[in-house]
Structure formats: structure tokens, C-alpha cells
Nanobody
């Protein structure tokens, strides 16, 4: 049974930074791509960033390029999202996700496994 557990959310002022973590268990972590999505109140869950199984390739939503960095540590079964220069519009629940492939996908419906989410609130 695949489990994804996020941590690291919180309240931060605009321009600040937060680092999210997602600990995975239940299968061989290093075989699969990982991703982060976010969902603001009243909006659909949207792609933020993804990373291939070995970490050699990443993809970002245009809205976070240059500010967010996704990374992974396969020895620790953990994927990270470093968020810098945060803006109020980054306020959302952030979700870790995985599917059954080594390669990046950006569509929400491609993802089979989801964490419970962690809240990020950016004040202006």
C-alpha cells in the first residue's frame, strides 16, 4: 500500500520561503516519478512541479518557474519542494503525488497516489 505523507507547510509573509517534504512508503520509491500539486479554495487541483525517477529531469508550472525547486533523495524515500519568493497567490493546500511511471506527467488524472496535503498560507 503506497503512502505519501507531506510536511512543512505553514504561514509565511510574502517574499519568504518554505520547504515542503513528502515521505513515501509502500513500494520502491526510486522507480517512480513524483510530483507536487496545489489546490486553492474554490479552484481545481493544479500541477506545480514534477521530477523523474532518478531526479535527472524536472518540470514546473509557469507560475512557479524560477521560484520553486523540486528535488528528491531516493535514499530517504523523500521528495522536496523548496519555495522561495512566495506570493499570496501561492496560498493553497499542497499535495504530493505519484503514479506508475518513471517519467514526468502533468495531468492530475494521471496520478494514482496522493498524500493528505499540507497547507501553505502566504500573507501580504
Amino acid at each position: 500500500q503506497v503512502q505519501l505523507v507531506e510536511s512543512g507547510g505553514g504561514l509565511v509573509q510574502a517574499g519568504g520561503s518554505l520547504s515542503l517534504s513528502c515521505a513515501a512508503s509502500g513500494r520502491t520509491f526510486s522507480n517512480y516519478a513524483m510530483a507536487w500539486f496545489r489546490q486553492a479554495p474554490g479552484k481545481e487541483r493544479a500541477f506545480v512541479a514534477a521530477i523523474t525517477w532518478g531526479g535527472g529531469s524536472t518540470s514546473y508550472a509557469d507560475s512557479v518557474k524560477g521560484r520553486f525547486t523540486i528535488s528528491r533523495d531516493n535514499a530517504k524515500n523523500t521528495v522536496y519542494l523548496q519555495m522561495n519568493n512566495l506570493k499570496p497567490e501561492d496560498t493553497a493546500g499542497y499535495y504530493c503525488a505519484s503514479h506508475d511511471s518513471r517519467w514526468i506527467r502533468v495531468a492530475r488524472n494521471d496520478y494514482r497516489y496522493w498524500g493528505q496535503g499540507t497547507q501553505v498560507t502566504v500573507s501580504s
